[in-house]
């Protein structure tokens, strides 16, 4: 089985097994509608909306999607900051890691990782190693190491159309959906043209990668990775922190296309998503 295959899998099966220890015999899950809201959900549940929030580990009760899995608290759950559950995710270590780049991606302590896999504080990790890293309620999407090798290879061309009324990184001009193994939208825009932030977040990479220029990857609240790569230069680097609309970067000219293009993709829970439907606010 490949790299991604087993680390996509194991993610699953971890945010699988979180959600069969938290629900219990009292517990409801319910399936984010049009026009759903926290507090509404929480006044046709009889519970409060606090519990609710605590329970499914949100943070902005105004941030939920249509489709979310919610689950309902039973009358007799009482949820608190401190008894959220905790799960394990499996890291990979790639390359040039460390302990504490490692703990800054998953937004907790160094303290915390190497409590978590008996370690002091000035281990060196090595490439290929596994840790494991606590996380408080559903798993952080972190960039999978064969992410990494994906974007070593390029994308084939694809025919552009029109671009349409959602906003994008890059003022587009013309925009098409990638062909190949990687999902996600080819931007064409002007060179040298600012890449700006869709989301606020934390640059977790910022560097070269071959076929696709410069690539800066944010990770977004809510178990998101999004991927700018084409960038000819970059205004970021990894730990720093970015709010929408910081610019990432200066567009660069794609060498297969001869062309000033954006290559944009957003995973989620290491998933990949059409980036038109992405969360932009």
């Not at 608290?73 to 949820?79: E, K, Q, S, V």
């Not at 809510?222 to 610019?247: I, P």
Request: with cysteine.
């Amino acid at each position: 089985m490949k790299l991604r295959s087993r680390f996509l899998w194991l993610l699953l099966v971890v945010d699988a097994l979180a959600f069969a220890v938290l629900a219990s015999a009292d517990e409801k899950v319910h399936v984010i509608q049009k026009g759903d809201t926290i507090y509404s959900l929480a006044r046709s549940y009889g519970v409060k909306p606090q519990d609710i929030l605590d329970l499914n580990g949100i943070k902005d009760p105004d941030r939920v999607l249509l489709g979310q899995k919610v689950r309902i608290p039973g009358p007799a759950t009482t949820i608190s900051a401190t008894s959220k559950r905790q799960t394990l995710v499996d890291h990979l270590v790639a390359k040039g890691e460390t302990l504490t780049s490692i703990a800054r991606q998953y937004g907790i302590s160094l303290k915390t990782l190497c409590s978590a896999n008996n370690l002091s504080e000035t281990y060196k990790v090595k490439a290929g190693e596994r840790l494991r890293v606590p996380q408080i309620g559903p798993a952080v999407a972190v960039l999978p190491p064969s992410l990494k090798e994906e974007l070593g290879t390029s994308v084939p061309p694809a025919e552009t159309t029109a671009v349409n009324e959602v906003r994008w990184p890059i003022l587009a001009r013309e925009m098409a959906y990638m062909t190949g193994k990687l999902n996600g939208v080819v931007l064409i825009g002007e060179r040298n043209e600012p890449v700006k932030s869709l989301k606020e977040g934390v640059v977790i990479s910022a560097g070269p990668y071959r076929g696709f220029g410069k690539v800066a990857i944010i990770q977004v609240t809510g178990g998101y990775l999004y991927v700018y790569g084409g960038c000819e230069s970059l205004s970021v680097q990894e730990g720093d922190r970015v709010n929408q609309g910081t610019e990432l970067g200066r567009l660069g000219m794609d060498a297969l296309s001869e062309k000033p293009q954006l290559f944009f993709m957003v995973y989620r829970n290491s998933v990949s998503m059409d980036p038109a439907l992405a969360p932009r606010t």
